[in-house]
């Protein structure tokens, strides 16, 4: 056995420590790095969701759209309800000249009036350029339009009593409503199922101006809808209700 010396023995030690190959440090650097570069973009989307909880994001998205829209289009969706208030005396000289009724012509100003309806809140939304005078007079709007159609429609024999009585009914709940709860500062938005008994009401409104007496389809489409209108009428009855309650 040969017994190695002190000298020997650090040599030894020297070669261990060697090594014919760089371990190639660069690997463990550059996962270090990477690792690195991940945590900060993990901390950053954090961030943003923190902001977004607290509502900075929310403002800062909303003040981008409104910069990329143009001035002049911001005020279209306002536009647009002032145009479906200007054609409702329009479409009410139109069925006051019709026969029993039934008018293409004021059909055809009750759908642009519906369509529009539909732009004005899409375009709001969409450039969340959503406005008081939208949030007010964009529902009144429609209840005018509806409500005049329905007392046409009556009044030519041409829509039944209960549909006359519901509809004018549920306004005048909703407008009471309205002026409780406004003056306090309570706001009660719209739901999708107040949105599809207005869609369901022109359509089936709609089809009545165009069509005679003795077509029943279209009463279905206006039934329908009339029972989801009263639904929403419920709903935002009930949102009211709890609003004052807190």
């Not at 017994?3 to 023995?9: A, F, G, N, Q």
């Not at 309800?81 to 069925?95: D, E, H, K, S, Y």
Request: aromatic share 8%; glycine share 10%; with cysteine.
């Amino acid at each position: 056995m040969h017994v190695l010396s002190t000298d020997e023995l650090g040599r030894l030690a020297l070669c261990l420590g060697e090594h014919q190959l760089t371990p190639a440090p660069e690997v463990g650097s550059s996962g270090t790095a990477a690792q690195a570069t991940l945590k900060a973009v993990a901390v950053r989307i954090h961030e943003a969701r923190q902001a977004e909880t607290l509502g900075h994001g929310r403002i800062l998205s909303t003040l981008m759209a409104t910069r990329a829209v143009p001035a002049t289009l911001q005020q279209l969706p306002n536009a647009l309800t002032i145009a479906r208030l200007a054609l409702i005396p329009v479409f009410v000289a139109l069925m006051l000249s019709a026969d029993g009724g039934h008018s293409w012509p004021a059909g055809i100003v009750f759908g642009i009036a519906g369509v529009t309806d539909q732009i004005d809140g899409f375009l709001a939304r969409r450039w969340q350029v959503e406005s008081h005078f939208g949030r007010v007079f964009d529902p009144l709007a429609d209840r005018l339009m509806i409500d005049a159609a329905v007392i046409l429609l009556f009044v030519q024999d041409h829509m039944p009593w209960a549909g006359l009585v519901v509809i004018l009914g549920r306004d005048l709940l909703l407008l009471a409503g309205y002026k409780t709860i406004a003056p306090q500062g309570y706001e009660v938005n719209v739901n999708f199922l107040g949105k599809a008994a207005t869609w369901l009401l022109y359509l089936g409104i709609g089809c009545l101006i165009v069509t005679h007496r003795s077509t029943e389809w279209p009463y279905w489409i206006f039934w329908t809808g009339l029972v989801l209108a009263v639904c929403a009428g419920v709903v935002y009855g009930f949102a009211a209700w709890r609003e004052r309650k807190r």
